[in-house]
């Protein structure tokens, strides 16, 4: 009727949303051009230096990225699966990550016959990988019991399940204390792999390539996991709608539980490599809950791609910020994580590669 | 396939209730059905899809008895359900974005052995499925994607498929497609009910129509005449009078 009347306020204004819908994205591409350029030119006065001048620094910082990113993602994979799936966040994530490394550590002891001082030449792979295995079953029977006992009657409540979850961790993280101690230990690698590589005239650690490759590796088979086999199926077509799945006759129960269990592995495994590289101690499980849920909000939660690239930004924001921060501003380097979150949840607000729940 | 006990209908509903809260939608309301397609049209907003939801589980319902081939099902998770055998092709398609035309039929491929209805069936029901086999859900056309929605159905190999506007939104050629897969299923002993809001579509798919008025399944008609009667349509459907003009 007046639709002739309205087409003009209505065309300016769509045009205008349009430009605004705009403009967070070109002060993104603004940011990081400006970024690039202090990295590669300007970045006197830092601890690395201007990249073109110091090469070795920058290619240091950005394996230290990639490889930092890659236990990102191990931690946060298993988290943002049962997200996905279970819309459930399980702040349990955590405490699962130092559970395991805790009884990786242990294990290892008793393997190696020595408890303090243990020298990387007494460790052999299995008594590298053994101790991992057995601390991921642990946390992946744990999740399990976790999920059985507390979660699976309270579907579809997801406040009840992140309350109860959190309550576990304090739970959790008291009786650690008691078992374990409050004392940083550290899992050691096997000798095979504690050695150096040079690059570009800097020494770099053999072992968070290790990592890098153990989290490639995680990352193919949870890929060929979800893409080959029925339960993947069964578990992407869930992530998008849950009811419906059910509706064509599957028991989403059962898919529940393998995806808890699959999840708590991971957390698992990425406790057992973050000991390895950083210690465990009391506090190692708050950390790992808030990296996780960083990467996962980041990424878009219940997306494996999004935990990807979630790790690989946080990863970089986290090598690159103490390096090339002016040095007197190094301390505030922390700060720099909030600012890529707020960055990508300006542009997407459900994150890289999420979608609306 | 045996025939149908006459004396037991294959889908019984009586005194049934659910809404959502506090708010009821549906209000005793009673039916049965045969081995037969069975049509269920209405004005919007009178429950149609709160009673396919019922049927399927997905909505529990309050009160009254839906039994299945004498079997119990209300109140039944929705994976008992559809496994006791009602499948659901429901409004909208609900397919899974993140899933490829083959993975939506992969997914349920292991509980088809030996059945009727596999992934090969249903591509040579639909081959136009079959060429776009590693297409996602979300590129598809209205009618592929809607080919796709019942061939998933099928796979379950059930006694009875709910479709909720199946032919909405779609190209006439489609929709004589899924005329005839209708045919089909009866033909082959599979009831089929249909909510519907075109009632040309519906008649098509199904002689037996169903009238529902808030709630309540108010009277029933053969499509023939309520195709003739224009003061049945506007009574009912909202056909014709006032409210033509908001069309």
């Known amino acids: 009727m007046n639709t002739t009347l309205g087409r003009g306020p209505v065309d300016s204004a769509t045009r205008r949303r349009a430009v605004l819908r705009r403009t967070p994205l070109g002060a993104v591409a603004l940011a990081v051009a400006a970024v690039a350029a202090w990295v590669a030119f300007l970045a006197d006065d830092t601890p690395a230096g201007p990249a073109t001048q110091d090469p070795g620094q920058f290619l240091v910082t950005v394996l230290d990225a990639v490889t930092f990113a890659g236990l990102l993602f191990v931690a946060a994979s298993g988290f943002t699966l049962i997200f996905g799936l279970m819309r459930t966040v399980n702040m349990a994530h955590g405490s699962l990550f130092l559970l395991a490394a805790y009884i990786a550590i242990r294990v290892q002891e008793s393997m190696v016959g020595q408890s303090r001082n243990i020298e990387p030449g007494h460790v052999g792979m299995l008594d590298w990988l053994v101790p991992m295995l057995a601390g991921a079953g642990v946390a992946a029977v744990a999740g399990l019991v976790i999920q059985q006992l507390f979660l699976q009657w309270n579907e579809g409540q997801e406040l009840r399940q992140a309350l109860m979850t959190l309550a576990l961790t304090v739970v959790l993280a008291d009786q650690m204390l008691r078992e374990f101690g409050g004392l940083a230990q550290t899992m050691v690698w096997p000798g095979t792999i504690t050695h150096f590589l040079s690059v570009q005239g800097e020494r770099y650690p053999v072992t968070r390539l290790f990592i890098l490759g153990v989290a490639v590796l995680v990352g193919v088979l949870l890929w060929l996991w979800l893409t080959r086999t029925g339960t993947g199926m069964v578990i992407r077509a869930g992530v998008d709608d849950r009811q419906m799945v059910r509706g064509l006759g599957i028991n989403i129960k059962l898919v529940f539980a393998v995806t808890f269990l699959v999840g708590s592995f991971l957390a698992g495994v990425g406790g057992v490599l973050g000991a390895s590289f950083a210690g465990a101690a009391p506090g190692t499980d708050g950390n790992w809950l808030l990296n996780s849920l960083v990467v996962v909000i980041i990424g878009g939660l219940g997306s494996l791609r999004g935990a990807a690239a979630g790790s690989l930004l946080y990863g970089t924001v986290v090598a690159f910020s103490p390096a090339y921060l002016p040095s007197e501003y190094s301390y505030y380097a922390i700060i720099m994580t909030f600012v890529l979150l707020a960055l990508v949840l300006a542009i997407r607000p459900y994150g890289l590669f999420g979608r609306p729940a | ?247």
């Open chain 2, 1 to 247: 396939m045996t025939p149908p006990v006459s004396t037991e209908p294959l889908l019984e509903v009586r005194g049934l209730r659910a809404g959502y809260g506090a708010s009821l939608v549906l209000e005793d309301l009673d039916f049965s059905m045969g081995a037969e397609a069975v049509g269920i049209v209405g004005r919007n907003g009178m429950g149609k899809t709160t009673l396919c939801d019922t049927l399927v589980g997905f909505l529990p319902p309050t009160g009254g008895e839906i039994r299945l081939r004498g079997q119990r099902l209300d109140g039944r998770a929705p994976e008992k359900i559809a496994g006791a055998g009602i499948a659901y092709v429901p409004q909208g398609r609900r397919l899974f974005p993140s899933l490829t035309v083959d993975e939506h039929l992969a997914m349920l491929a292991r509980r088809t052995r030996a059945k009727r209805w596999t992934p090969a069936a249903v591509y040579e029901l639909f081959p136009r499925l079959a060429e776009r086999r590693k297409h996602g859900g979300a590129a598809l056309s209205g009618g592929e994607q809607q080919m796709l929605a019942v061939g998933r159905a099928l796979l379950l190999n059930a006694h009875l498929i709910v479709m909720d506007e199946p032919s909405e939104g779609l190209a006439p050629t489609i929709v004589d497609v899924l005329v005839d897969v209708v045919h089909r299923l009866v033909d082959e002993g599979v009831a089929v009910l249909v909510v519907e809001q075109n009632l040309r579509a519906a008649v098509r798919m199904a002689q037996r129509q169903l009238v529902m008025v808030s709630g309540r399944l108010e009277a029933e008609f053969s499509g023939a005449e309520l195709l003739d009667r224009p003061d049945l349509q506007s009574r009912y459907l909202g056909v014709g009078g006032a409210d033509r003009a908001l069309r």
